[in-house]
T-cell receptor, first 116, second 112 residues
């Protein structure tokens, strides 16, 4: 089974702190994603990576950066955390969606971040 | 901006009834997917339908796609209390096959 592991289920940070959220997948997937989920807003795409060192902005990249130095690991970085970044963060991975590949996303269990 | 919008936002039904959720999207797509999320957990893939398909079945799930109306529906037949969850539609959009955008979801409650 595909496994997507997020390093922390719950984090509490203070305003202005630098925050790292780590995600590792074990199925050699090219694509990796970071979403944030807020009540009533569903999942919003922060960043998407389609290969090592390659990234593309999603709908809400402001205040976030990402790093993909190895294929299996995709990190989300909050350079200076703010209270409006309190949210559930979900990482996902997938094969490319063309041809026979389904493009199905496999999700981690989520990281609930609280910024005080 | 979000690509998909689900309707209704919340749905409450009795066990054994059918549940129908709808999704509308804005731009051309290659695929449309439906996911399920139990409270506080990650999302789980249910079914994918390609833009050249009109209907697809998987167990008690039936998905339809109308590309002319840019809409899809998910039907869960003979619902069970264990079907209680949030359901999301997700689309890629041409030319990218890989960037996947989700709608805000439908919260389904199945009452025993």
């Amino acid at each position: 089974d595909v496994k997507v592991t997020q390093s922390s289920r719950y984090l509490v940070k203070r305003t202005g702190e630098k925050v790292f959220l780590e995600c590792v997948q074990d199925m050699d997937h090219e694509n990796m994603f970071w979403y944030r989920q807020d009540p009533g807003l569903g999942l919003r795409l922060i960043y998407f990576s389609y290969d090592v060192k390659m990234k593309e902005k999603g709908d809400i990249p402001e205040g976030y950066s990402v790093s993909r130095e190895k294929k299996e690991r995709f990190s989300l970085i909050l350079e200076s955390a703010s209270t409006n970044q309190t949210s559930m963060y979900l990482c996902a991975s997938s094969l490319p969606g063309m041809g026979e590949n389904t493009g199905e996303l496999f999700f981690g269990e989520g990281s609930r971040l609280t910024v005080l | 901006s979000q690509q998909g919008e689900e309707d209704p936002q919340a749905l409450s039904i009795q066990e054994g009834e059918n549940a129908t959720m709808n999704c509308s999207y804005k731009t051309s797509i290659n695929n449309l997917q439906w996911y399920r999320q139990n409270s506080g957990r990650g999302l789980v893939h249910l079914i994918l339908i390609r833009s050249n398909e009109r209907e697809k079945h998987s167990g008690r799930l039936r998905v339809t796609l109308d590309t002319s109306k840019k809409s899809s529906s998910l039907l869960i037949t003979a619902s069970r209390a264990a079907d209680t969850a949030s359901y999301f539609c997700a689309t890629d959009y041409t030319p990218s096959y890989d960037k996947v955008i989700f709608g805000p979801g439908t919260s389904l409650s199945v009452i025993p």
